[in-house]
């Protein structure tokens, strides 16, 4: 009895379609894009930078909400958002004032009793600023009144309006004091955020090179187990050396200041990294959004700038 022939191997099919994009390519492809925009908004002017800044931040609140969300929250993310903007806008205008005025400044962070043109509107940018300020937890509270009760929600409606006002401090509010960074008693200058950003990559790039090289001892493994404290002293020793090097950018800024700015980036961004970590991982995230392919979202690539700025802010307000 003769058994049936065995069934003919398949035959290979050219692929069809392109190969698709590896996850390097995309980040090298992505980031040099975000870059170019990124240093292009800060070059051109103070009002590219900040229209470029204020909806980076917008954007970062509605990732953190979006975030808050998942975990069972629900957050006024579209008033939140509309309230960052105004903060924002009012910061950035109470310390560019002098600058689209086109006239010297001798306060840091507040305006004097100048008169005319721009400085007409510093009382209603005031203004805005304290009634936002004065009014956030009732607009807040309010919203959560007019959508009572909510249905298969078990936390407060207070619950939500302090996850709303946690993200307006968390985020909003570092972000709108770049503003207070940048305006110097000669006007909007590019260098200081370039300096600040190039001292934040550095860190980050010599974190992971060192890290990678000699890292051994975790530094919060329960938080963020890729991170070790070789990989920590490598940044700080890189971001410092950046930190010195910067006096070719910012001649007039004495080393001992341009020296403090580069500590508070190594020891305050790893720790605003870490507490962006323990957010993603207390709601089971990998990454707070998806806006540029292979870099997550926003929230991630800015994490460090919510601990640096308020701290470099109050240094200045302390010592000039």
């Not at 004065?134 to 929600?153: G, K």
């Not at 207070?158 to 946690?166: D, I, Q, T, W, Y």
């Not at 530094?219 to 410092?240: D, M, N, Q, R, V």
């Amino acid at each position: 009895m003769s058994s049936s022939p065995a069934p003919a191997e398949p035959v290979p099919q050219p692929p069809t379609g392109k190969k698709p994009m590896s996850n390097l390519g995309q980040r090298l492809i992505f980031g040099v894009i975000g870059a170019v925009v990124l240093l292009g908004c800060i070059w051109y002017s103070a009002w590219t930078f900040a229209l470029f800044f204020g909806l980076v931040q917008m954007r970062m609140l509605w990732e953190f909400y979006r975030m808050m969300r998942k975990a069972g929250y629900k957050p006024a993310a579209l008033l939140g958002g509309c309230l960052s903007l105004v903060l924002f806008g009012a910061i950035h205008f109470l310390n560019g004032v002098y600058h689209y005025e086109g006239v010297a400044r001798k306060a840091s962070l507040y305006v004097g009793p100048e008169k005319g043109g721009w400085f007409d509107f510093v009382p209603v940018g005031q203004n805005a600023l304290l009634a936002l300020m004065l009014l956030l937890p009732t607009l807040l509270i309010l919203r959560e009144m007019f959508a009572w009760p909510r249905p298969n929600q078990s936390f407060s409606p207070f619950a939500n309006v302090g996850v709303a006002l946690l993200g307006l401090l968390y985020v909003s509010l570092p972000m709108s004091l770049l503003n207070a960074l940048v305006f110097t008693e000669n006007g909007y200058d590019y260098r200081r955020i370039l300096a600040l950003l190039l001292l934040v990559w550095t860190a980050d790039i010599g974190a992971y090179a060192a890290g990678k090289t000699f890292g051994k001892h975790k530094l919060a493994p329960s938080i963020s187990p890729g991170k070790t404290w070789e990989g920590w002293i490598g940044g700080t020793l890189l971001t410092l050396l950046v930190g010195w090097g910067l006096g070719y950018l910012l001649p007039e800024m004495p080393l001992v200041h341009r020296l403090v700015a580069a500590g508070v980036v190594a020891v305050f961004g790893v720790l605003g990294d870490l507490a962006e970590s323990m957010l993603k991982r207390s709601v089971d995230v990998k990454d707070s959004g998806r806006i540029m392919p292979g870099h997550g979202g926003l929230l991630d690539r800015f994490d460090a700038f919510l601990f640096v700025v308020p701290v470099l802010v109050v240094l200045q307000l302390l010592f000039g």
